[in-house]
Structure formats: structure tokens, C-alpha cells
């Protein structure tokens, strides 16, 4: 295997490619939380405006449906802000890497 030394060029490209694919990943995931809340909203707004929250408690799956619900979207919020704070570090970390910096 050749020891072959990075060069800045590559550095900077390798981390911008790095920082893209993240940057996508928390739009995606944002959508994906947007989307599971409305989607959400909907079912409760259909259940409550017509009654059918009746058959879900009688069925006991109301509190359940309830739970799970405030668990994925507490979860997926909470993943959008893992990634911001990884991205963060990223950028950080792409600063403080010694290729980028200039000899003096």
C-alpha cells in the first residue's frame, strides 16, 4: 500500500462531500419529521371531529397511539438536532484538521 500524504485540495473536498451528504440527510429528515406530524394531525383532527376517538379508547389504543406518537416525533426531532450539532462538529473539525492549515 502507498503512503500517500492528502493534499488540501482533496482534504477540502472529501470534508465538502461529507458536509453535503449531511446536509441532505437533515433536510430529508426534517421533511420526514414535517411529514409525520401532519400526517398525524390529520388522523387526530379525523378521529376527534367525527367521534372515532370513542372506538380507540373503548379499544384502549387511544393513550397507546398517543404515546407512540409523542415518542417518533420527539425522536425524529431529536435526530434533525443530532445531526445539525454532527455537522457542526464537522465543520469544526474541517478547520482544525492539520492539512488545512498553512505552514508557517
Do not use: C
Request: hydrophobic residues 35%; glycine residues 2%; charged residues 25%.
Amino acid at each position: 500500500m502507498e503512503n500517500k500524504n492528502t493534499t488540501w485540495e482533496e482534504s477540502v473536498q472529501r470534508y465538502q462531500q461529507l458536509l453535503d451528504a449531511l446536509n441532505q440527510l437533515v433536510q430529508d429528515t426534517s421533511r420526514l419529521a414535517g411529514s409525520y406530524e401532519k400526517t398525524n394531525v390529520d388522523f387526530a383532527q379525523l378521529i376527534y371531529e367525527n367521534g372515532l376517538y370513542e372506538i380507540m379508547k373503548k379499544a384502549d389504543l387511544l393513550k397507546e397511539y398517543e404515546r407512540a406518537f409523542e415518542f417518533m416525533h420527539y425522536s425524529l426531532k431529536g435526530q434533525v438536532a443530532q445531526l445539525q450539532q454532527f455537522r457542526n462538529i464537522l465543520q469544526h473539525l474541517s478547520i482544525k484538521d492539520p492539512v488545512n492549515m498553512p505552514v508557517n
